[in-house]
């Protein structure tokens, strides 16, 4: 398995074009570990920290096999490498936030940004989204307005739907 700043499972493999790794809870599963050892290293950092991760998701390759994590705040946080696809000239995101939120904030991002970054292409890319609140934890989360902007129709499936525009 690798590992990066953002945890322990980035770019982890399933078998390629796999149903039971690309199901929903197969991904929901390895979202809510990830983000269990996310909040316990968060937690060793700052209580703060710990606290205002609220979201993460989790991204499925099914060219490649490989699984991609990301939380809320992380691309920022993490100073990720933005790539042109979500954040170019010519980016899926809106030009404008829909939501009151900074444009990349949302775990979805990051997860999308990191695949990205490692050569998948979008419409290959399956996502599951979750609460990681105490009262919440591993519950699914539709994305977003700037989320479902910026992906609907342009990945594969989306396992927690999608926001009214």
């Known amino acids: 398995m690798g590992s990066d700043a953002s945890g322990l499972f980035s770019g982890t493999r399933g078998s390629v ?98 695949a990205l970054n490692s050569g998948a292409k979008m419409e290959n890319l399956y996502i599951f989204t979750m609460h990681t609140t105490p009262k919440s934890f591993g519950s699914p989360k539709p994305a977003c307005k700037n989320c479902t902007y910026a992906f609907r129709d342009r990945i594969k499936k989306n396992h927690t739907g999608w926001t009214e525009l």
């Open 17 to 114: 074009n796999s149903p039971y790794h690309r199901s929903a809870e197969k991904m929901q599963a390895n979202a809510k570990t990830w983000a269990a050892r996310e909040k316990e290293r968060l937690g060793k950092i700052s209580e703060r920290k710990k606290d205002m991760f609220n979201t993460a998701s989790i991204v499925y390759d099914n060219e490649t096999g490989r699984y991609f994590y990301g939380k809320n705040g992380g691309i920022f946080q993490e100073k990720d490498v933005k790539n042109p696809q979500i954040f170019g000239k010519d980016g899926v995101l809106p030009s404008k936030s829909l939501n009151g939120y900074d444009l990349g904030n949302c775990a979805e991002v990051q997860a999308i940004n990191k």
